[in-house]
C-alpha cells in the first residue's frame, strides 16, 4: 500500500550547513506518526521542507502519490496537507471567528464552512465563548487551540503539528493532547513533532527518532517509549 506521505533522501541545508542530511520515512493514511528529538534536530525544519515554506536541497516528497518538490504552502493546502506551526503563527489582530474563516480560504462551500466551523467550536468551545475576541488578547493554550482550529477549517488530509505543547502548562498542554489523540480518531492523519517525547510516543502509533539531521531510531511508538536510549537520551532517564 502507498503511503500518503513519502518522504524520500530529503536533505535541506542553511547557509552551506546541511541541517537534514538525507532522511526518509512515511506516514500511512489514517496513522498518527510522531517526529522526536533535541533541540536542533531537524525535526522543524523538516516539516517547513515538506510543506514548502523552505527549499529542498536534494531528495523528493511524494503527497497522495504525487511528488510535491517545489510547491507552496498554498498549493499544499489545496491538496489537503495542511501545517500547525511553531509558534501558532496567528492573526493576532483578528477575531477568533476571523482566523478561522481564514482557514477556510481555499474552500468556496459555505454550507460545509458553517458545518465545520460548529465543530471547531464544539471541540474548542473556550473559543466558541470568545469568538468575537481579539486573537492577540488570547492564553498561549488558547491561541494553540486556534491554529488547531484553523488547521482543521481547510479539512486536511495529512495535518503537520510542529510543538503544540510548547510554552504550555502541563494542564493546558493535556488538552492540546487529547485534541490531537481526538482528530486522529476522526480520521486525520497526522505528522506530529514534538519535544515532549513521552507525551508523543504515548500517542503515537509509530515514531522516528532525529538527531543532528539523521533519523537515528525509528519503530511503534510503544516500543519507542519503553527503549532504554530513548529513555535514558530524550525522557530523562
Known amino acids: 500500500m502507498q503511503a500518503l506521505l513519502q518522504v524520500n533522501d530529503l536533505r535541506v541545508s542553511y547557509g552551506g550547513i546541511e541541517a ?8 500511512q ?13 531537524g525535526k522543524t525544519t523538516t516539516m517547513k521542507a515538506i510543506t514548502g515554506t523552505l527549499p529542498m536541497g536534494a ?24 501545517m500547525v506551526p511553531e509558534g501558532r503563527g496567528i492573526f493576532t489582530r483578528m477575531s477568533i ?4 474563516q481564514i482557514g477556510a480560504y481555499t474552500r468556496s462551500n459555505r454550507a460545509e464552512i458553517d458545518s465545520d466551523m460548529d465543530r471547531v467550536f464544539t471541540i474548542f468551545n473556550r473559543l466558541k465563548e470568545r469568538r468575537d475576541q481579539l486573537a492577540g488578547t488570547l492564553s498561549g493554550g488558547e491561541q494553540q487551540m486556534l491554529a488547531m482550529g484553523r488547521a482543521l477549517m481547510s479539512r486536511p488530509k495529512l495535518l503537520l503539528m510542529d510543538e503544540p505543547s510548547m510554552g504550555l502548562s502541563p494542564l493546558m498542554a493535556d488538552k492540546i ?3 490531537i489523540r481526538d482528530v486522529a480518531a476522526q480520521g486525520v492523519t497526522i505528522l506530529l513533532v514534538e519535544q515532549n ?3 508523543a510516543l504515548q500517542i503515537a ?9 539523521l533519523i537515528t531510531m ?20
Open 20 to 27: 537534514v542530511k538525507g532522511i526518509s520515512f512515511e506516514v
Open 29 to 41: 493514511e489514517g496513522e498518527l506518526v510522531s517526529l522526536i528529538g533535541s533541540n536542533g534536530a
Open 59 to 82: 531528495g523528493s516528497v511524494v503527497y497522495a502519490g504525487q511528488s510535491i518538490q517545489g510547491q507552496g504552502p498554498w498549493d499544499s493546502v489545496k491538496q489537503g496537507l495542511t
Open 97 to 100: 471567528f476571523e482566523n478561522l
Open 177 to 179: 493532547f487529547e485534541v
Open 197 to 199: 517525547a513521552s507525551r
Open 205 to 213: 502509533q509509530r515514531a522516528y527518532v532525529m538527531d543532528s539531521g
Open 218 to 237: 525509528s519503530g511503534q511508538a510503544k516500543d519507542l517509549l519503553h527503549d532504554p536510549k530513548v529513555r535514558a537520551a530524550y525522557l530523562g532517564e
